[in-house]
């Protein structure tokens, strides 16, 4: 495919019908793409089990266009872009849930509130119940939400805590006077607090339901971590992770049209998901990843291949490349170009020695007018669809 072509198909992508999304867009803000990403989160949560530890943070996808909820993040690598909270395996970066933030929706059912406790709320929806643990940061973290996961949805979560928190106790967020490497335990029921002095004038607060001691890991020598921050260090990176692993292998192209922006996100995320989903069926299979997602592409192609190999209108190198790719054996006159110039008849043999411009279409050799068979458009797809049948 030629670069003008890829570019015709881009410009032409949508996920919606068009006819309709003035009215849909009047309640929702997504309605270019809902359809679309509702379908590819819930698959996600449909074909895979994750593990016991999962990390709640925000992806922020880079786009510079036009568009009523695109954030700006100085600390994130794009700075400008579309944020989506996403929920992912810490173990293999598999994305379990997603959820575009769209600002202030207008008023109807997709309208929610954006708080850090309602959309921690939404987030774990698809795993309460089942005891996992989840690691977050300081904006999703506080107090009354990590209670209400331990008691209603039967989830832990350790989490970093903001100081101006009312729940952290005055002596827990001064760092003045305290010694270097020292930390200090808080506790109540099924809820531990540390304050973690790793260097001078900066203090580390974490909230956890995990853990239920004061322990110290071992491990970090003179620092004297205490295992709740080694175990937060562990286990935050899953975003990150994603974010790392979505930039090797990026389908992104630059976009004016947000829609478009989310949409090969959604393609990273896809495929690192199909591939965890892969090894997990396939345990012995130690491929690459590049050679997977060749495989897939692959895949993914195979019907239309099939498909436009049986059109007998279109042209031979582009029907020969299609039967190359899908390692079908095909004549060498086929594989070669059509004949150019004058040839002699085949058919005519050489005491005539009738030479003609004409050319089979199918085999490429050449034919005078005497032994030519013309078909009409009409007959000529009755007899493809008769062959594909």
Not at 273 to 300: G, M, T
Request: glycine share 4%; charged share 25%.
């Amino acid at each position: 495919m030629n670069v003008q072509r890829f570019r015709f198909l881009v410009r032409n992508l949508r996920f919606d019908d068009f006819t309709n999304r003035s009215e849909r867009s009047e309640i929702d803000k997504l309605a270019p793409i809902r359809e679309l990403f509702e379908v590819l989160v819930q698959n996600f949560q449909n074909n895979f089990i994750p593990t016991e530890y999962l990390t709640l943070d925000e992806q922020l996808i880079a786009f510079r266009g036009r568009c009523s909820f695109r954030q700006y993040i100085p600390n994130k690598p794009a700075r400008y872009g579309i944020k989506i909270f996403a929920l992912v395996d810490v173990k293999n970066a598999y994305t379990f849930n997603l959820e575009v933030y769209a600002g202030q929706q207008p008023n109807g059912p997709y309208k929610m509130n954006n708080s850090a406790e309602s959309v921690v709320k939404r987030m774990v929806q698809p795993v309460e119940g089942t005891k996992r643990n989840i690691t977050m940061d300081n904006w999703f973290t506080s107090l009354p939400v990590v209670k209400y996961l331990l008691t209603e949805k039967q989830l832990t979560v350790v989490g970093t805590l903001r100081k101006n928190k009312t729940c952290i106790p005055k002596e827990f967020s001064i760092s003045k006077n305290r010694e270097i490497n020292s930390s200090l335990f808080g506790f109540q029921k099924d809820c531990i607090i540390t304050s973690y002095v790793p260097k001078k004038n900066k203090v580390v607060i974490l909230l956890s339901t995990l853990h239920n001691d004061a322990s110290i890991d071992q491990d970090t020598g003179d620092q004297q971590k205490p295992e709740m921050i080694t175990f937060y260090n562990q286990t935050k990176y899953g975003v990150d992770r994603l974010d790392q692993m979505c930039s090797l292998y990026d389908v992104s192209r630059n976009s004016r049209r947000w829609p478009l922006t989310i949409f090969f996100n959604l393609i990273n995320i896809s495929c690192i998901n199909a591939l965890n989903v892969y090894k997990f069926n396939n345990i012995n299979n130690k491929s690459k990843r590049s050679d997977f997602l060749e495989v897939l592409a692959l895949q993914l192609m195979k019907p239309n291949i099939e498909r436009r190999i049986k059109n007998s209108k279109l042209p031979k190198h582009i029907r020969s490349r299609g039967m190359k790719i899908l390692g079908l054996v095909e004549d060498t006159h086929i594989l070669s170009e059509r004949p150019k110039g004058i040839g002699r008849c085949y058919l005519c043999g050489r005491a005539r020695n009738k030479s003609t411009r004409k050319s089979c279409e199918r085999c490429y050799k050449w034919v005078c007018p005497d032994h030519l068979k013309y078909i009409c458009i009409g007959c000529c797809d009755e007899e493809q669809s008769e062959e594909s049948s």
